[in-house]
Nanobody, 127 residues
Framework: QVQLVESGGGLVQAGGSLRLSCAASGRTFNSRAMGWFRQAPGKEREFVAH????????YLADSVKGRFIISRDNAKSTVYLQMDSLKPEDTAVYFC????????????????????WGQGTQVTVSS
């Protein structure tokens, strides 16, 4: 079982920055790819970023490329999402997710391919 706890959300003006953190429990963090998703009111949950087990490869949604960075610290069992140049359309609840141990890494943009989810943290960007 893996428990994920996000933190770092809040209210920020357009153009500002936030850094989200997701702390994982358990001993399998190093063996799991991780992802960030977001969900705005009335919309489906959408992919934001993905990072492989070692952190050697990352993938970002086109809408956040050049502005967001995903990283991880396996010694701290934590994954991060650095968000810069925030826009009002980035407003959403942000969730981190852990992939199954057997994940091949394919279809990382599909939320159904993640086994564990955090409770989410609200990010609000004012114009």
């Amino acid at each position: 079982q893996v428990q994920l706890v996000e933190s770092g959300g809040g209210l920020v003006q357009a153009g500002g920055s936030l850094r989200l953190s997701c702390a994982a429990s358990g001993r399998t963090f190093n063996s799991r790819a991780m992802g960030w998703f977001r969900q705005a009111p009335g919309k489906e949950r959408e992919f934001v970023a993905h990072i492989t087990r070692s952190g050697g490869s990352t993938y970002l949604a086109d809408s956040v490329k050049g502005r967001f960075i995903i990283s991880r610290d396996n010694a701290k069992s934590t994954v991060y999402l650095q968000m810069d140049s925030l826009k009002p359309e980035d407003t959403a609840v942000y969730f981190c997710a852990a992939a199954p141990l057997t994940s091949s890494g394919s279809y990382y943009y599909n939320p159904q391919n993640y086994a564990y989810w955090g409770q989410g943290t609200q990010v609000t960007v004012s114009s």
